[in-house]
């Protein structure tokens, strides 16, 4: 008998498929009872259909880090109040100013949805933080922002933006189109360097340009996951050797935070044994260091928080600078009001930190820059039930983007909302529009601490930058709303934030 030519009968157990079909079931059942309130509110809001274990956000493939902005505007535009199901998770996408104000005012919904953890690549501080956690660094970053201590900062302001107009010189007078990013980055990474962390770093003289280039590739790259969902598995992107880059690009930053600290650790314990009362290190590394004695903060956080402090007081503050700097270049009846204004304010003398509360239209520009360039959007998570009003509470555990781009280009609230008007914001525009339609720092609990600091450091830089030079350009940027952008933070242009420099005489 050839056994070895039997071929072995195989039976299933009908007991045992019963009982497998069984589990699954009362899983099923068990998920869709738990998550019932979920699923009652995802039915109440618009969407595309749902494909079995896909869901519906299946448009979002299309989505890339140039794109992002006219991708979601048009799903907006489909569906103000979006449903989304992304593996099995709940997304509701809306730029509705009442959604919106209801969830950045609530006090327990304060955190930010699981695609921040990928901004854990630059640092794991304040960023990325939540719950309690974020509460107490918040706590220990507040009192930087105080309106006494940015007072102080008009000799640092003065002494770097010296060195940003020489270094800019090099540029003047050429026919060929400058990138005005990296100049006005390294001067705002000085401004935050000394004024928070109390270093005079001279991250321009020594012309450390290699800090802004890596944050714009590590930041580029991880906008590029964000949206590509291939990339998201942490395998995957070890593999392709995206981990190995991202960490070469950021290891300069973290050096230079690292060095920071310990310069600034020696002068505390130095001024300590001497009983020296008399230098004080600024508020932000006084109160950090303070933090992490008492065991608030634990030691090793020390350089993620000075990090993410550099990056969040230097990328937005230069990006909004080169944004100005870009207009005016292509708009010169701009250009000329502000120029005009800073003259007969200032006339040639040298502009002081208090003329900046004086520049009432370069901050009219400003807030224009901020309404079409500003982070386009944030997400939050639902942790508590939020009440948005009667006819509408967002159940714990629906996780929500709000479209910042939608909200300031909603035609309801804006004059001209589609073009680059400053007068949108003169006081009496100001007066019409209803609270919450322009958020660029957000509100409530977890609004950025330093729009002051922003607002006074970018007027001074780039009111300096009008009184010695004239910018113009070949380009000529058309239908903000709809054009291409990259995503480094806020939006750039696809093209750089180009122009011609001449001296004034």
């Known amino acids: 008998m050839e056994f070895w030519n039997e071929t072995p009968e195989i039976t299933a157990n009908p007991s045992l498929c019963i009982g497998l079909v069984t589990i699954l079931l009362i899983f099923y059942i068990q998920q869709r009872w738990k998550y019932r309130r979920i699923h009652q509110f995802m039915k109440t809001l618009q969407g595309p259909p749902c494909i079995p274990y896909i869901g519906n956000a299946y448009f979002a493939l299309q989505i890339n880090d140039r794109n992002l902005c006219n991708v979601l505007k048009r799903q907006i535009e489909k569906f103000p109040n979006g449903g989304y199901w992304v593996k099995n998770m709940p997304w509701f996408v809306t730029g509705d100013l009442k959604v919106i104000n209801a969830l950045l005012s609530s006090s327990q919904n304060i955190d930010k949805s699981y695609i921040y953890s990928y901004f854990k690549e630059h640092a794991a501080g304040i960023i990325c933080a939540n719950g309690e956690d974020w509460r107490l660094i918040r706590k220990t970053v507040n009192p930087s922002f105080h309106a006494s201590v940015l007072k102080s900062f008009g000799s640092t302001y003065r002494h770097h933006t010296k060195t940003f107009i020489e270094k800019v010189e090099k540029f003047a007078d050429d026919e060929m189109m400058a990138d005005l990013f990296v100049p006005l980055h390294l001067c705002t990474m000085d401004f935050i360097c000394e004024s928070m962390m109390g270093c005079r770093m001279n991250i321009q003289k020594r012309d450390l340009t290699f800090l802004s280039t890596n944050l714009e590739r590590s930041t580029e790259m991880i906008h590029t996951r964000l949206f590509n969902v291939l990339l998201q598995p942490d395998l995957i992107y070890y593999l392709l050797g995206k981990k190995q880059e991202i960490n070469n690009c950021v290891k300069g930053m973290h050096a230079l935070a690292k060095e920071i600290v310990e310069l600034q650790t020696r002068r505390r314990d130095d001024a300590r ?11 932000f590394m006084e109160n950090l260091l303070k933090a992490i004695e008492s065991g608030i903060i634990p030691k090793e956080r020390a350089v993620d928080e000075t990090v993410d402090m550099i990056i969040a007081g230097s990328v937005t503050t230069a ?22 204004e800073i003259m007969e304010t200032c006339g040639d003398r040298e502009i002081t930190l208090e003329d900046t509360s004086k520049f009432n239209y370069l901050e009219m520009v400003l807030k224009e820059t901020l309404r079409h360039f500003c982070i386009p959007f944030i997400s939050r998570t639902i942790t508590e039930d939020l009440v948005v009003d009667e006819n509408m509470t967002i159940p714990a555990e629906v996780n929500v983007i709000l479209s910042l781009f939608v909200l300031h280009h909603n035609a309801e609230n804006w004059e001209k909302p589609n073009e680059f008007y400053p ?83």
Request: glycine share 4%; with cysteine.
């Open 273 to 283: 044994q001497s009983k020296s009362e008399t230098e004080m290190v600024p508020v």
């Open 423 to 505: 007068e949108n914001f003169s006081p009496m525009n100001e007066l019409k529009r209803p609270k919450g339609a322009f958020l660029p720092f957000l509100t409530g609990p977890r609004h950025c601490p330093g729009s002051k600091y922003a607002f006074s450091s970018i007027k001074f830089l780039v009111a300096n930058a009008l009184l010695r030079y004239e910018f113009s350009s070949d380009e000529k940027m058309d239908d903000l709303p709809n054009a291409s952008y990259r995503m480094i933070f806020m939006l750039w242009p696809l093209s750089g934030f180009r122009a011609k420099i001449k001296k004034r005489s």
């Open 319 to 340: 990006t909004t600078a080169a944004w100005m700097l870009t207009i005016f270049a292509q708009r010169p009846d701009i250009q000329g009001k502000a120029y005009k």
